[in-house]
């Protein structure tokens, strides 16, 4: 794991208030057994999958959709 490449990306799809009130910060399990995610976070959250993967191509639709306005900026 890049920490500071990790720390970049979670900066720039505003993720750190999430980890904040996360139970287990970044290490919080998600999904069936674990926590709900509202529309945004789980957009901001593919977002930073996707820029972190650091793929050559990602194909996004509109990933800021669910996003609040004050995130979208």
Do not use: H, W
């Amino acid at each position: 794991m890049d920490r500071k490449f990790f720390n970049s990306v979670v900066y720039a799809c505003c993720l750190e208030d999430d980890f904040d009130i996360f139970p287990n910060g970044e290490n919080t399990e998600i999904g069936e057994r674990g926590i709900t995610l509202s529309g945004g976070q789980r957009a901001r959250l593919s977002l930073a999958r996707a820029v972190y993967s650091n793929s050559d191509i990602v194909l996004l639709d509109d990933p800021l959709s669910a996003v609040d306005a004050p995130i979208a900026r």
